[in-house]
């Protein structure tokens, strides 16, 4: 069972950004994506949660053998796929609790209602893991938080819904260092063999808190190359130009 | 801390088909179509009013006939409505029941189907109704009438109470006003008399409910709250009325006395059929450290016009409107507050609140009013519009008036959209665009659809989520 990406094409307003990427990510794995600005990892992000700005002109991504191509947004979210926002949205008036039982209720079968003890229990505690402190559950979704908090609510919604893949879009960006460690150890929990995560992400700290199975380089719309978790240490010694090189004809 | 129900539910019943149902007529007293002196001596005989209200009727029928449609500042759509075409009196000609059991099948199974009956039982101190322009059913539950407390119907109020009633009766709002008070007060059946005597606070919130049963039928409920010193209540109406071909006209008019010391709290939830004209005139005089607060949601009708007003008569008298309007297709709601500032140190509040879906268009209209010669007045105006979709329409109309330089005033407005990254945030999550939209509108309304009482505000939620069904896609 994995999320299977095979010379994937999307463009936006008609500028080709995926170039043909292609990529596996089975259950029970981490795998880390690293790129310079503008090689489309944020864009990679988009095109598989599904955002109607983007045309995919070539390729399929299937995960677990369902085509994701054919489902709608929530659709996908409900067969198991999670994006963390690298930029998360305000939702003025809506609580993050009102939110997360909207989002969970969504997922029960039909005429079936979430039981809200269980579900405010869970609540508590995932936020208690992750250091936040319980009046969240009152404010509305990311409204006046700061860049962290707002990374860690993402997190948390990761907890609550219990993603088989979950895409992390730069979810180091923003995060100071102890954040950082408590974020990290959040996807470290999840880490099981039901579920695979991608990490997006510019700089190798990140893969120091949450140690990648495989690590990709993306440039230009497609990834370049792929290797073990020293690869990033590599990276960020040599910097991307040298993967250039590296492909460059001779 | 949250108290909240769930946001995101499958309506089961369809909005358009709860209202949509009516009995055969069963109208003993009809006082045919169209408007005329005869229609008013009518009325008054039938009802047996006093000479004075007679008198009042007919002086109000001259003052209507006289008086020009405003359409040259307001929609052009009420040249629609055909005066001729309406009946003004209708009734089976029962006096009100007080007790339940007395009221007639079809009248019961009409406020069965929506809800009264549990809701009386739930937690109201007296529910009095009207159907077809009488009360059907009047009561006054033990412990309110053990206070003091006079809750009848206006034409009660007017034969039985006519010392209290009269003096105020006009007051608040004279028949002069505008065309449509002017109408009222010709030809105005039902609605709501109350009187709170002195320092009595009414725990529980009286409610009332009005319902149009017959084609090209007005209605035309007069109401009068009086509150004496120190007194303190909250009064409720919601409305409903089942679709016609043809225009229907509710031309209510709601006057409001409170008296030192005295609050005053007036909920509505206003959903009638989409082929209703609602032009009501609402107004409340606080007297000194009185209070007057409308809290009004506008859901249904054609076109509603309507601005609740508070006259601050004395120092330290407050005024406050909250309003929830939501314009959907083929509707227009054109809301809004007057603020009197008459008396130094008066404080008045407003904060409205519009979503527009499809065509709809929500108008907003505030005047407030500070003269010269008065110290230490202060108003505030929220005004902020939601537009859904791409010909969704919304104006604002603000007439603020204010002299001398020791008032503070402020006056804040806001148009938005829901935001496309919005909506995808939340379908990533798992929710239907359907149901992301309901949610980021709720959110919007959020913190005023917290000011009705829970009950409401569930029926609330569950109002616009219906409306907004249609929107998407």
């Known amino acids: ?250 | 801390m949250d108290e909240e129900t769930q946001t995101v539910t499958t309506i089961a019943e369809e909005k358009d088909t709860v209202g949509d149902f009516t009995f055969p007529e069963r109208n003993k007293f009809d006082a045919g179509y169209g408007l005329s002196e005869a229609t008013v001596d009518y009325i008054s005989d039938v009802k047996e009013d006093p000479d004075w209200v007679r008198e009042f009727r007919k002086k109000a029928l001259r003052v209507f006939e006289e008086k020009p449609m405003p359409t040259h500042w307001a929609t052009k759509d009420l040249e629609a409505i055909d005066f001729d075409a309406i009946r003004y009196y209708l009734s089976d000609g029962e006096r009100p029941k007080k007790s339940w059991d007395d009221v007639p099948d079809d009248i019961k199974e009409t406020f069965d189907r929506l809800g009264i009956p549990e809701q009386e039982r739930a937690f109201l101190a007296g529910v009095e109704a009207q159907f077809d322009s009488e009360a059907a059913y009047s009561n006054v539950k033990d412990a309110v009438s053990e206070q003091g407390v006079i809750f009848v119907t206006s034409a009660e109020g007017l034969k039985e109470h006519e010392e209290i009633f009269r003096p105020w009766f006009g007051k608040v709002i004279p028949t002069s006003d505008n065309k449509f008070s002017a109408l009222n007060s010709a030809v105005f059946s039902g609605g709501s008399f109350i009187y709170v005597p002195k320092g009595v606070k009414v725990s529980h919130p009286l409610q009332a409910y009005f319902r149009i049963n017959s084609e090209n039928f007005g209605q035309f409920e007069r109401t009068l709250i009086i509150l004496d010193e120190g007194a303190e209540l909250t009064y409720m109406e919601g409305c409903t009325a089942p679709k016609f071909g043809t225009p229907t006209l509710h031309s209510a008019v709601v006057e409001l006395v409170a008296m030192k010391d005295a609050k005053l709290q007036y909920i509505t939830v206003q959903n009638w059929s989409s082929n209703v004209f609602n032009l009501v005139t609402k107004r409340g005089i606080a007297h000194e450290n009185a209070e007057v607060r409308w809290i009004d949601c506008n859901i249904g009708s054609r076109l509603t016009m309507k601005y609740p007003g508070v006259v601050m008569k004395e120092p330290g008298a407050r005024g406050e409107v909250v309003s929830i309007a939501l314009a959907n297709d083929g509707q227009h709601q054109d809301t809004g507050a007057k603020m009197i500032h008459a008396a130094d140190n008066t404080t008045s509040n407003v904060v409205s609140k519009s979503i527009s879906v499809g065509e709809g268009r929500s108008t907003y209209r505030g005047q407030v009013h500070i003269p010269k010669h008065l110290k230490g007045c202060v108003n505030n105006t929220e005004c902020d519009a939601l537009l859904i979709n791409a010909k969704s329409k919304t104006d604002t109309y603000p007439a603020i008036s204010v002299k001398g330089n020791q008032h503070q005033t402020q006056h804040e407005a806001s148009v938005s959209q829901v935001s496309e990254e919005q909506i995808f945030y939340m379908q990533q999550r798992g929710l239907s665009e359907a149901a992301a939209m309901s949610l980021s509108v709720n959110g919007f309304i959020n913190d005023l659809v917290r000011e009705f009482p829970m009950e409401y505000s569930v029926e609330l939620k569950r109002l616009i989520d219906l409306e907004m069904e249609g929107s998407v896609g």
Do not use: C
Not at chain 1, 38 to 59: I, P
Not at chain 1, 119 to 137: C, H, N, P
Not at chain 1, 139 to 161: D, H, P, T, W, Y
Not at chain 1, 166 to 171: C, G, M, Q, R, S
């Open chain 1, 1 to 250: 069972m994995s999320l299977s990406i095979k010379n994937l094409h999307a463009n936006i307003d008609g500028t080709e950004i995926l170039k043909g990427l292609t990529l596996d990510i089975p259950k029970g794995e981490v795998h880390a994506i690293m790129g310079p600005n503008g090689s489309g990892k944020s864009t990679l992000a988009k095109v598989l949660a599904g955002h109607e700005d983007y045309e995919v002109t070539d390729g399929t991504v299937s995960m677990d053998n369902q085509d994701l191509m054919a489902m709608e947004i929530d659709e996908r979210s409900r067969a198991g796929f999670f994006l963390a926002f690298q930029y998360p949205m305000e939702i003025p008036g809506v609580s993050n609790a009102n939110f997360l039982r909207a989002a969970l209720q969504a997922r029960m079968p039909k005429g079936e209602d979430l039981d809200a003890v269980e579900f405010y229990k869970m609540m508590r505690d995932r936020m208690k893991q992750l250091g936040m402190d319980e009046k969240f559950t009152g404010r509305a979704v990311n409204e006046g938080f700061s860049g962290g908090e707002k990374k860690r609510n993402e997190i948390l919604q990761m907890m609550m819904l219990a993603p088989s893949y979950a895409v992390l879009d730069e979810t180091d960006s923003g995060l100071d260092i102890d954040a950082l460690k408590v974020v990290s150890e959040g996807v470290n929990a999840m880490r099981s063999p039901a579920s695979g995560f991608l990490v997006i992400t510019h700089y190798q700290r990140l893969l120091d808190y949450i140690v990648p199975d495989v690590v990709h380089v993306m440039t230009d719309g497609k990834i370049v190359k792929t290797g073990g978790k020293e690869l990033a240490l590599e990276l960020e010694e040599k910097g991307y130009d040298w993967v250039k090189d590296e492909l460059a004809p001779a």
